[in-house]
């Protein structure tokens, strides 16, 4: 039910999995370091303020499963004016589905979306939590799957979802789709 309602939402693929699927390392919260991401440090659903690698995966395994989803869409999405638009949708898909899968017998749910929610909601503002106010946006703010270690690369490979790395240097000519993962975890 939960697969079918993932796709109704919008996801392009979706699958529930064991978490002890789920491949969290140390050195996937190391790439989040600036330069190589602008919101390492900025945002408190972003490293160093989320748990460790080790507290993530106890963390992660202490739920039964998860509901992995995929949105494919058109590389050049990711550049221009829009390009947190596919991120945003994410983060959309990814709480709808913590709270439907609440309303169905999951009392523990826990959503996590594609990258920094950040640039997505508040590009302009201090992360308010860091600022010890109240999220502006506590329904949708979540932390990444990359933010507490889980390589999703290697995860998505072990479903059977090989992912195109997209780099700001990507030319979408030649790698024309992209995918963001996300993930619900359910207890």
Same mark, same amino acid.
């Given at each position: /039910? ?11 693929? =979706? ?28 945002? =408190?659903?972003? &490293? &160093? #303020? ?8 106890? +963390? ?17 999405? @990711?550049?221009?004016?829009?390009? /947190?638009?596919?991120?945003?949708? /994410? ?12 309303? *169905? ?31 502006? #946006?506590?329904? @949708? ?6 933010? !507490?270690?889980? *390589? ?5 490979? =072990?479903?059977? +979802?090989?992912? *195109?790395?997209? @780099?700001?240097?990507? *030319? ?7 995918? @963001?993962?996300?993930?619900? !975890?359910?207890?």
């Amino acid at each position: /039910m939960l697969v079918d309602t993932a796709i109704f939402l919008g996801a392009t693929k =979706a699958r529930i999995i064991p978490t002890d699927l789920v491949p969290v390392q140390e050195d996937i919260i190391e790439m989040c370091r600036a330069p190589a991401c602008e919101s390492f440090g900025q945002c =408190a659903n972003c &490293p &160093p #303020y989320v748990m460790t690698s080790a507290e993530a995966r106890k +963390w992660i395994r202490s739920f039964n499963k998860a509901l992995l989803v995929k949105y494919d869409l058109p590389t050049s999405e @990711l550049f221009g004016p829009s390009r /947190m638009e596919p991120f945003r949708r /994410m983060f959309v898909l990814v709480t709808a589905l913590e709270d439907i899968s609440r309303h *169905n017998g999951f009392e523990r749910c826990a959503a996590l979306g594609a990258g920094s929610c950040k640039p997505v909601f508040c590009p302009k503002d201090t992360c308010s939590l860091l600022q010890g106010e109240q999220c502006r #946006y506590p329904d @949708l703010a979540r932390p990444s799957l990359e933010a !507490l270690g889980i *390589n999703v690369f290697e995860l998505a490979d =072990a479903v059977g +979802w090989p992912l *195109n790395r997209i @780099l700001r240097s990507t *030319n979408p000519e030649t790698v024309p789709f992209a995918s @963001l993962i996300g993930m619900v !975890l359910l207890g």
